[in-house]
Nanobody, 123 residues
Framework: QVQLDESGGGLVQAGGSLRLSCAAS????????MGWFRQAPGKEREFVAG????????YYSDSVKGRFTISRDNAKNTVYLQMNSLKPEDTAVYYC????????????????WGQGTQVTVSS
């Protein structure tokens, strides 16, 4: 059974940084594109960042480009999201997701989801 466990969320002041981690219990982790999504209160879940199988390509939403960095360590079956220059509008539950596609951006392209970790940015 595939399991994705996010960690690293918390409360931070605007301008601060957080690093999210997602540990995946997937035997063929290196054959999954990985992504981060977020859902703010009263809003739909949105794509934040994605990374291809080997980590050679990364892609971001316009709202986080230049501030967030996604990376992966296939030896540890883990994907990370480094979040810098955080803003109050980044407050949301952040979800890790795994896709059998080489590259995936839409929710429907992802096969497995974590339970989410709360990120709160105070002004």
């Amino acid at each position: 059974q595939v399991q994705l466990d996010e960690s690293g969320g918390g409360l931070v002041q605007a301008g601060g940084s957080l690093r999210l981690s997602c540990a995946a219990s997937i035997r063929t982790f290196h054959r999954y594109a990985m992504g981060w999504f977020r859902q703010a209160p009263g809003k739909e879940r949105e794509f934040v960042a994605g990374i291809t199988w080997s980590g050679g390509n990364t892609y971001y939403s316009d709202s986080v480009k230049g501030r967030f960095t996604i990376s992966r360590d296939n030896a540890k079956n883990t994907v990370y999201l480094q979040m810098n220059s955080l803003k109050p509008e980044d407050t949301a539950v952040y979800y890790c997701a795994a896709s059998r596609w080489f590259e995936a951006r839409g929710e429907s392209e992802y096969d497995y989801w974590g339970q989410g970790t709360q990120v709160t940015v105070s002004s």
